[in-house]
């Protein structure tokens, strides 16, 4: 039961795949949820592209990695060609040297069907998504948050919970009600990108970065046979309104003829970052585009935003279990400490990785192309790529993935660890605390009375 005071344990503020997460992974724990959405329906976009092996292992916790991987196409390679002329160098990225994830892969899914399968989990689950309703203010009076909601129908109510999850995106009420600051840097860069239906001869599975002196563009496979996603550098004033504009940007940059026939979502904006200036303020948390929003190259923001939730849910369930009520202001305040310093460190790389591909200076394009060729070309740095920008190698705080290597029995290390709560591991030799989240927490990285607590559960 959720305290006195509330009607539910969470009160999640959006339903996109963020507050998704969130509310699958809050039910398989047991908290009672209630999730909003100022939407009528799903939103048709395909917007975020690629789900990573880390985010997978995450969403195999919830119970829908199975179908997402069903439903999604895994990148074979890369083709990365450092001028509209230059032979391609290809990684193979199933080929890699993956190490021990059971999703050696990118995989390739459009997120509205990220969020179809969640909302299918969440169903499942038990969980109903309240669709054309919106927050409009939060007041928190210390054990429990009340919330001011509204509908589009005209109705207007009060909503009480323990805990309020902000999921609401980069434009998030939540934030706003909380007076967070996130401030956005201009990364100086424009970019388009257009759905394109096409009768290309192109490998279907196959990615291709073009670095031509115009601009970068991106060629990324999507699962449905013969539509790719455009991703192209360009001056703010462009205009690629037609097939035919786009066919002609395509030829002119990399050479291919695609055959687009027909455009489906098409898109441009301007580059912006930036980090929250708190993940969290008293009862109130903010995960996904709410905390933190940067450039969509390497396909991260969806994937940390599902990651967020995973390592926010747990520490609440313990805390409503009252398994560790002795340490629930550590634990609480854990979630930023946690969480910020990776939102840095991813918006600070992908900010670094947009400024490269995107350079326009005739010298420095020069020394990039021959560097990248040099670099690029090695396996060690290959394999350093598939696993890094799959978000597996992942550290912070002295905090990592638990590894996951097959085991004698022929199941992995990860089956053998509940999901619901910390797990003492021998380790050679020593004794490791494992986290819900599967994470490998360093002794003293959290209070040990949590490891005596949970032996205890
Ligand atoms: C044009 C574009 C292209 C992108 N391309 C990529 C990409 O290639 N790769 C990648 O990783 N990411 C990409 N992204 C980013 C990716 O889509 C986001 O990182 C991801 O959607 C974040 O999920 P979220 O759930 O945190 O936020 P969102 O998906 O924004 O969901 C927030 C939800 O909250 C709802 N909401 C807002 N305010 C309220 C309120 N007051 N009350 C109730 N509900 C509310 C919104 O309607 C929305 O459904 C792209 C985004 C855009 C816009």
Redesign the pocket.
Known sequence: MPNAASDTDLLI?????????AACDALRHGLTVRI????ATR?E??????LHARTLEVLEVLGCANELVAAGQRFSALNVRTSTTARPLRVDLLKRSWGDTRYPFWLSIP?YEV?RILEARLAALGGVIEWS????SLDDRGDHVVAK?EASSGGVFEHSARWVLG????????RDQLGVALTRQDVGVTFA?ADVHTTSELVEDEGHVVLSSEGVLLI?PMPERGLW?L?AQVPQQAELVSPADWGALVQRRAGIELGIHRLGWT?K?DLTSGVADRFRKGNVFL?????H?HS?V????????VQ?AHNLVWKLALLKKGLASELSVALLDSYESERQPIARQMVRDTSIATRVLTVTNPVVRWVRGRFARLVLSRARVQDQLARGVGMLDLETAGLRRLPNPILPAGDRLHDRIDPRVPTLLRWQGRDVMVRPDRILARPGSLPTQLAITARGA
């Open positions: 503020v959006g339903a996109g795949p963020t507050g998704l997460a909003v959405e100022r939407r939103s976009y395909s917007k975020a592209l690629v997120q969020e309703t919106e927050l409009t909601l999921c609401d995106g980069g434009r998030s009420a939540t990108l990324v996603r991703i898109s904006f995960l996904g585009d709410a905390a929003v969509p390497g396909g991260q923001g969806l994937n940390t935003g967020d």
